[in-house]
């Protein structure tokens, strides 16, 4: 199983702007980081299967995740993640906001929308995060 990422979507008013930026973008986008994540070869395995996804945090909650596609080389020592930039829409999970990225185990990701499915057909962020926190769900 993939090791994933988070991040949260910084700027970002809403959700419809974040499908527009990455719209905009074409076929992949790029996020430059400082350094190269010290568990790369978990994220995208070196050996060409499925690699991890980038999980992007608004507003407390894990909502929308871009697959990884690769690390690479950037300027001044830099190093972006390359992504597709299509949005695959989760059902959201309660997620605290951080700087920079941070691992998420695989076991511990949200799942994926299905075909037809809406974020609304789910229970609202801030109620499942109170749940989540009782411990009842």
Same mark, same amino acid.
């Given at each position: 199983? /993939?090791?994933?990422?988070?991040? *949260?979507?910084?700027?970002?008013? %809403?959700?419809? !702007?974040?499908?527009?930026?990455?719209?905009?973008?074409?076929?992949?986008?790029?996020?430059?980081? =400082?350094?190269? /994540?010290?568990?790369?070869?978990? #994220?995208?395995?070196?050996?060409? %299967?499925?690699?991890? @996804?980038? +999980?992007?945090? +608004?507003?407390?909650?894990? *909502?929308?995740? %871009? /697959?990884?596609? =690769? +690390?690479?080389?950037?300027?001044?020592?830099?190093?972006?993640?390359?992504?597709? @930039?299509?949005?695959?829409?989760?059902?959201? %999970? /309660?997620? =605290?906001?951080?700087?920079?990225? =941070?691992?998420?185990?695989? !076991?511990?990701?949200?799942?994926?929308?299905?075909?037809?499915? @809406?974020?609304?057909?789910?229970?609202?962020?801030? #109620?499942? @995060?109170?749940?989540?926190?009782?411990?009842?769900?």
């Amino acid at each position: 199983m /993939p090791l994933h990422l988070t991040k *949260v979507a910084y700027g970002a008013q %809403s959700l419809e !702007e974040m499908r527009g930026w990455f719209a905009a973008r074409g076929d992949v986008a790029y996020l430059t980081t =400082r350094y190269l /994540p010290k568990r790369h070869e978990e #994220i995208v395995p070196p050996d060409g %299967s499925t690699g991890g @996804s980038l +999980f992007w945090i +608004f507003k407390h909650q894990l *909502v929308m995740r %871009s /697959p990884i596609l =690769r +690390f690479e080389a950037a300027e001044g020592g830099r190093t972006n993640i390359v992504i597709a @930039s299509r949005l695959i829409e989760l059902h959201p %999970s /309660p997620k =605290r906001a951080h700087q920079g990225w =941070r691992y998420l185990e695989a !076991e511990n990701a949200p799942a994926d929308l299905a075909d037809g499915e @809406s974020a609304g057909d789910t229970l609202p962020g801030n #109620i499942a @995060s109170e749940l989540a926190r009782l411990g009842l769900v």
